[in-house]
């Protein structure tokens, strides 16, 4: 029997002694290059099932990457770009976000969460303390006979949020350098019997008088009578004010207010009507102006004519605000009284405060002259925020009071709640020097206008409610008034 040709892929499969699926069963000789065709048996299994399969092939390819490989190498490209960039950024970015940077700063990450855990504990600590203590007091007021001594009062609204102004802060501060002293004495007590016969810390107003610091106090002017001052100013006062005025951006806090004048207003202490500029008589039902100088009364009259020259319902009186309400008073057919003759929906006053002999009656005679429902409106400058401000306008009061003739270090956020008024909205500018405060009278509903998205869902706005009066207790600045329904149509004499 002759040999069969044996072709090339053959003998190299009979080399490498592979098994293919058709049966093919390979022995190599010793001499590897000598293939003896017999000793390659073929055996092939002529079953349906082995005849329909393929035959398989195992070979040895390029490995395909995976997404994460490709991802990790696009990664580390950017990498080495970045940290072989030229900019800071962009290095300091890449070992801020790498693999062994992060790896390294976990331990830090854990001190850190650590530290704001513990400050998130001792800080809550502290918040149940204070309310435990501010209950207490309010337990006592409620449950005792006997008044809250004013060190009681001023730490309830200390605990409470409200708003302390210049003299209660002074006070509150001379109250906690006592209560040092009484701890330091109690903590130096060594034996248990002396720490239970120690007096409790209750003080008196008298204990404080030496502690409180009484600098404010001095540089404060004493209230004049500034008629004849303003009338020999009155007719460079645009001129000279309206440059300073231009710089501190005043024209946008005399605009926001007289948006929000509507029905009758008064506005009281008018000087030389430099709101004019943003009157709307849309908006306005009577507008009556209210100054001490004739003079500056007379240049308001001007500019008013002449930018409004078909509005009839306005009023030009003389006259200070410490005396509004016997102006504004007229006999009372019913029973003979006087009562005012007419109130306002809205009453505003721009820088005028700090030029009144007493600030706090001509607020009180403002709220006597406010419908229900009413607002006051006062843009005003006073004392401000930080420290060292005040210290500069302390230093130079006398000097700003020859050149413009007011005080204006004065606390106006005090004067207002020595007034009874009740803050509905308070903001501060330039430092905490330039005041927006709008009130209203005690127990009157505040607007929905009035109140900003975090005060309608998140928190309570702060305003200059007592929180140590108690139920029974008197509104702020006493007793309300009682106001009539309707208002008569007449509107203050007019005394130019």
């Known amino acids: 029997m002759s040999k069969p040709l044996i072709s090339r892929q053959l003998v190299q499969l009979c080399k490498l002694g592979v098994k293919s699926n058709y049966g093919?069963?390979?022995?190599?000789?010793?001499?590897?290059?000598?293939?003896?065709?017999?000793?390659?048996?073929?055996?092939?299994?002529?079953?349906?099932?082995?005849?329909?399969?393929?035959?398989?092939?195992?070979?040895?390819?390029?490995?395909?990457?995976?997404?994460?490989?490709?991802?990790?190498?696009?990664?580390?490209?950017?990498?080495?770009?970045a940290i072989n960039s030229d900019s800071k950024l962009r290095r300091w970015g890449a070992i801020l976000g790498s693999f062994e940077f992060n790896k390294k700063a976990t331990k830090y990450y854990i001190f850190l969460y650590a530290c704001f855990l513990a400050y998130g504990i001792h800080y809550f600590k502290k918040l149940y303390n204070r309310e435990l203590e501010k209950k207490s007091i309010l337990n006592k007021r409620d449950t005792s006979n006997d008044n809250l001594t004013e060190w009681e009062q001023l730490r309830v609204r200390e605990l409470a949020g409200d708003l302390i102004r210049t003299s209660d802060t002074n006070k509150l501060v001379a109250y906690h350098k006592l209560k040092q002293i009484w701890e330091n004495e109690y903590n130096n007590l060594t034996t248990d019997e002396e720490r239970e016969n120690f007096p409790a810390f209750n003080p008196q107003p008298e204990d404080?008088?030496?502690?409180?610091?009484?600098?404010?106090?001095?540089?404060?002017?004493?209230?004049?009578?500034?008629?004849?001052?303003?009338?020999?100013?009155?007719?460079?006062?645009?001129?000279?004010?309206?440059?300073?005025?231009?710089?501190?951006?005043?024209?946008?806090?005399?605009?926001?207010?007289?948006?929000?004048?509507?029905?009758?207003?008064?506005?009281?202490?008018?000087?030389?009507?430099?709101?004019?500029?943003?009157?709307?008589?849309?908006?306005?039902?009577?507008?009556?102006?209210?100054?001490?100088?004739?003079?500056?009364?007379?240049?308001?009259?001007?500019?008013?004519?002449?930018?409004?020259?078909?509005?009839?319902?306005?009023?030009?009186?003389?006259?200070?605000?410490?005396?509004?309400?016997?102006?504004?008073?007229?006999?009372?057919?019913?029973?003979?009284?006087?009562?005012?003759?007419?109130?306002?929906?809205?009453?505003?006053?721009?820088?005028?405060?700090?030029?009144?002999?007493?600030?706090?009656?001509?607020?009180?005679?403002?709220?006597?002259?406010?419908?229900?429902?009413?607002?006051?409106?006062?843009?005003?400058?006073?004392?401000?925020t930080y420290k060292f401000i005040n210290e500069k306008l302390d230093a130079r009061a006398h000097k700003h009071s020859e050149s413009w003739g007011c005080r204006w270090n004065l606390d106006i956020g005090e004067l207002v709640d020595k007034s009874g008024l009740e803050i509905t909205d308070e903001k501060r500018y330039h430092f905490g020097t330039t005041w927006y405060i709008v009130a209203k009278l005690p127990g009157d509903v505040d607007k929905i206008e009035e109140l900003g998205f975090f005060d309608k869902y998140f928190t309570l706005k702060k305003t200059n409610f007592n929180s140590s009066t108690g139920p029974n207790d008197s509104p702020i600045g006493g007793n309300v008034g009682s106001v009539a329904n309707g208002a008569s149509n007449a509107l203050p004499t007019d005394k130019k």
């Open 24 to 81: 093919i069963a390979v022995k190599r000789n010793t001499n590897i290059n000598s293939i003896i065709f017999s000793q390659c048996q073929f055996r092939f299994n002529s079953s349906s099932a082995d005849a329909d399969k393929k035959p398989l092939f195992k070979y040895k390819g390029r490995k395909t990457k995976s997404e994460e490989e490709i991802k990790a190498e696009e990664e580390q490209k950017k990498y080495e770009e």
């Open 208 to 384: 404080i008088k030496d502690l409180i610091d009484h600098k404010i106090d001095d540089s404060i002017l004493p209230p004049k009578d500034l008629t004849e001052f303003y009338d020999n100013i009155a007719e460079n006062y645009d001129k000279e004010i309206g440059m300073e005025e231009t710089f501190s951006m005043m024209g946008s806090k005399r605009k926001k207010m007289m948006k929000a004048i509507t029905g009758d207003v008064l506005e009281v202490a008018c000087g030389t009507g430099r709101n004019i500029p943003y009157f709307d008589t849309a908006k306005v039902d009577s507008y009556t102006f209210l100054d001490t100088s004739s003079k500056m009364m007379e240049v308001t009259h001007d500019k008013f004519t002449e930018k409004f020259p078909h509005f009839q319902k306005v009023k030009f009186v003389v006259g200070k605000a410490e005396d509004l309400l016997d102006l504004s008073k007229g006999k009372d057919s019913s029973n003979g009284s006087q009562q005012p003759m007419f109130k306002y929906d809205t009453i505003i006053e721009t820088f005028g405060l700090c030029s009144h002999e007493d600030p706090v009656k001509a607020l009180k005679n403002m709220k006597a002259l406010l419908k229900p429902g009413g607002r006051i409106i006062l843009l005003e400058h006073g004392r401000g």
